[in-house]
Structures are given as C-alpha cells and as structure tokens.
C-alpha cells in the first residue's frame, strides 16, 4: 500500500511498520467525521503535506522527562532497553514540538482530553470548514428578505 501511494502517512516504528489508509479518511471527512491521530512528528509532516487545510496539529507534551520515564515504566510492557530508546526518540520528537498549530502539556488525562476537544470544536467554527455558510449569509443579506 505505501508503494502504491495508499496511505496519508507510514512509517516504521519500533520495529513495527503503521500507516493511515487514504481513501477510507478521505471519505470520512466528505461524511463530516474527524480523525484523531496519535502518529510522530514524521507522520504528522506527510499528513499535512497531502491534507493541508484538513489537519490541525496537536502537540502533546509530558509534564517532565522524568514523569513521561515513569509512565512508560508504570506500563509494564517494555524492557529497560526499549524504554531508554523510547525516552531517546521522545527527546527527539518533542524538539519539533513549534511546528504544531497547539500544544498542550499532558498533566492530567481528563484535563488534556477537554483541551483536545475545545481545540477540535474551535477548529469547527471557522469560517472556512463551515459548509453552506457562503450561501446562508448570502440568502440573510438578499434584498429579498
């Protein structure tokens, strides 16, 4: 699917290989649904590349180095090797963390979860993602009414 252009965004991650299919996003958002993207700053990039004035970019940032090391701790379901190599490639990802349109620092779960969805319903209402709007304000202003 990568080779044939298939996917807004693949990668590699962790020896493991992701990628987000096009056509089925695509469709969704004609439907009007929204798509949350838990994908690094890679993917982020070839998303905004292919699907630029569809994609709002949240950065999610840890209260501290040393509370993103325990959480991944906490998990259980990675050796400390895997781990010092997720806390690297954290460092690496969070230095790209201005080329995103907000950022939110995830100190509380609950509380960061109301942030992304106040962002997603901000990103709603403007003028240019309200469908039908041209043509309402056109038929509030006609002589005619």
Not at 20 to 49: C, R, S
Request: with cysteine; glycine share 8%; net charge negative.
């Amino acid at each position: 699917m990568a080779q044939a252009g298939e996917f807004l965004e693949w990668a590699h991650v962790f020896g493991h290989s992701y990628g987000t299919p096009k056509a089925e996003v695509k469709a969704g958002l004609k439907d009007g649904n929204d798509y949350l993207f838990d994908i690094d700053w890679q993917g982020t990039q070839q998303l905004y590349q292919k699907m630029q004035s569809d994609v709002v970019r949240v950065f999610l940032l840890p209260p501290s180095i040393d509370e993103l090391r325990r959480r991944l701790n906490a998990r259980g379901t990675d050796s400390a090797q895997v781990i010092s190599g997720r806390m690297e490639r954290a460092k690496a990802e969070i230095s790209h963390w201005d080329g995103y349109d907000y950022v939110i620092v995830n100190d509380d779960i609950d509380t960061c979860f109301t942030k992304v969805l106040q962002i997603l319903a901000a990103e709603r209402m403007r003028r240019a993602r309200q469908t039908g709007l041209i043509g309402f304000v056109r038929e509030l202003t006609s002589p005619d009414v």
